[in-house]
């Protein structure tokens, strides 16, 4: 269950102008905690006292953090599209050292299908493959005697396009994360390259995960 200071700065930071209004000191910390209230109390499912909102509201974060997060909502207007992706599959196979020609036949398939979607990340100790339903039948066949550590049906993806600059803008996907934390989204996997994010969720997650960061885009 959500904490006083918890459901009040989710609140706030739902408005960036609140938030760096209330860093300049521009608006009454008892009026704003009035305001609020109504909200705080639904969503504690309880009535709260407004002194403790007006607390809440003053041990927000500090103006060095807010200038961050000024700048990484800026960053965030100039995201590209989004492209949806669902029936994925998750597999985590132990590294061996056939592990990798089985992987290269399936990227071989995956070549001869346009419509088929595939990732691969390699670890030190271990090996993730996140694919379409078309691409499934294959990993049976290929990976037979591979070690299997971890699978995971029913997932949908979203890869976004990131701006260029963005390995020079700090905090960017730790803000991209928390509002999926905030929101209690598990995240099966997150991909990167230099210039895309794929964000794995659960099928019954994608609507939501969709609608937070088209949210933040705005």
């Known amino acids: 269950m959500k904490t006083i200071q918890e459901s009040v700065e989710s609140i706030i930071r739902k408005t960036p102008f609140i938030e760096e209004a209330l860093n300049e000191k521009l608006i009454n910390v008892s009026s704003l905690a009035r305001i609020i209230l109504p909200e705080v109390d639904k969503m504690l499912k309880k009535q709260v006292k407004v002194g403790a909102v007006m607390m809440a509201i003053n041990r927000i974060s500090p103006a060095?953090?807010?200038?961050?997060?000024k700048n990484i909502r800026k960053f965030t207007h100039s995201l590209g599209d989004f492209i949806v992706r669902s029936d994925?599959?998750?597999y985590t196979y132990k590294n061996t050292k056939s592990l990798l020609k089985e992987i290269a036949k399936i990227l071989t398939v995956a070549a001869d299908n346009n419509d088929s979607f595939i990732t691969v990340s390699t670890g030190i100790f271990e090996t993730n493959i996140v694919i379409s339903q078309r691409l499934?039948?294959?990993?049976?066949?290929?990976?037979?005697h591979e070690r299997l550590?971890?699978?995971v049906e029913n997932l949908a993806s979203i890869t976004i396009k990131l701006p260029?600059?963005?390995?020079?803008?700090?905090?960017?996907?730790?803000?991209i994360l928390k509002q999926?934390?905030?929101?209690?989204?598990s995240l099966q996997e997150i991909i990167s390259t230099t210039n895309e994010m794929?964000?794995?969720v659960k099928e019954e997650d994608i609507n939501q995960t969709f609608a937070i960061l088209m949210d933040m885009k705005k």
Request: glycine letters at 4%; charged letters at 25%; proline letters at 2%.
């Open 88 to 90: 994925l599959s998750d």
């Open 136 to 144: 499934k039948p294959f990993i049976k066949d290929f990976f037979t």
């Open 198 to 200: 794929t964000i794995v």
């Open 149 to 151: 550590i971890h699978n």
């Open 164 to 175: 260029e600059g963005n390995l020079e803008q700090s905090g960017f996907y730790y803000f």
């Open 180 to 185: 999926l934390a905030w929101a209690d989204i």
């Open 64 to 69: 060095s953090e807010l200038r961050i997060r």
